[in-house]
DNA sequence: TGAATGATTTACT
DNA sequence: GTAAATCATTCAA
């Protein structure tokens, strides 16, 4: 295993029991490690939103909505609530805040530090290439994330979080939500100002 | 039971 | 810049 994963430890479940605002902006800079049988792979995590629920109209638990697919987000935090969207992209969140408060962070994007290969082999795409896990979608596909990780306990299984590095903390509004009306428009975005490996969106969401 | 749609990505023009 | 891919989830009937 290499360096970064042998000598950090796991991220304690008292770090997803604040704020999913709180959370969301701490979270950048922390390490996401998944390990399966086929390996280890990790990165740092540049760019992640927040999803306050009932409250927030562009969160899945908007109006205290409580599904099958929603469940996760309603228990303890340093759970993760995986979904499945357009037809083919899973996405990753943290269960945040305290039971009954049904919050997420989603994380948006990595930048690779262990396992370049088999991200890159999950993907489909040569190991030096430079979007390995700039998305929401890619991410999971890199990390091998799917339908099997939904509820699982963050501070126990194969995906956990490290302590990382500090990172310089920018702010915007959220991509892919303007269905939410004036919620769109809160700065619920966190990314490292500068890193290259934030997704790719409008000039205009990425400046603020 | 059926219809609408989405916390995206990719490949086009 | 626009559009297609593709299906689980949700809600209405």
């Known amino acids: 295993m290499s360096a970064i994963t042998a000598t950090s430890s796991r991220v304690v479940r008292s770090f997803y029991a604040r704020p999913v605002l709180t959370v969301a902006r701490d979270v950048i800079g922390k390490i996401l ?4 049988a086929e390996g ?26 409580r599904t ?12 993760a609530y995986v979904f499945f969207v357009y037809g083919m992209h899973y996405n990753f969140n943290l269960v ?6 049904p919050q997420a962070v989603l994380i ?7 396992g370049l290969e088999l991200m890159a082999a999950r993907r489909g795409l040569p190991k030096e290439h430079s979007d390995l896990t700039n998305g929401p979608g890619k991410l999971c596909q890199a990390l091998g994330i799917g339908r099997a990780d939904y509820g699982v306990d963050l501070c126990k299984g194969r995906i956990f979080l490290t302590e990382g590095s500090r990172a310089v903390v ?24 500068g890193n290259r490996c934030v997704s790719k969106v409008s000039t205009r969401a990425q400046l603020r």
Request: glycine share 12%; proline share 6%.
């Open 33 to 36: 490690v998944a390990r399966s």
């Open 40 to 65: 280890v792979v990790a990165g740092r995590i540049v760019e992640a939103e927040a999803y306050r629920g009932p409250e927030d109209r562009a969160a899945h638990s908007y109006g205290g909505r």
């Open 68 to 79: 099958a697919r929603t469940e996760v987000m309603f228990g303890p935090p340093g759970h």
């Open 96 to 101: 945040t805040g305290s039971v009954g408060e």
């Open 108 to 114: 948006r994007a990595l930048e690779p530090l262990v």
């Open 170 to 193: 920018a702010r915007s509004r959220r991509i892919g939500i303007d269905y939410a009306g004036a919620w769109a428009k809160k700065p619920w975005r966190f990314f490292e100002r």
